[in-house]
């Protein structure tokens, strides 16, 4: 019974260490998806400025 239990607790062990791995790796793809959302916004309102330019000053 307590080879049994120890086996579960083993097991249990590794799963934690995996979902401890996964969520590390969600975090990591957020922070990525965060940054190309912030450099996609950032091109798009360049992409604005410049327009505005250009018809303001004919460049």
Request: hydrophobic share 55%; proline share 0%.
């Amino acid at each position: 019974m307590r080879l049994q239990l120890t086996r579960l607790e083993n097991d249990i062990r590794r799963v934690n260490v995996r979902l401890a791995t996964i969520e590390r790796s969600l975090e990591v793809i957020a922070a990525a998806l965060v940054g190309a959302s912030d450099k996609a916004a950032d091109a798009d309102i360049n992409a604005v400025v410049a327009k505005l330019l250009r018809e303001r000053f004919g460049a």
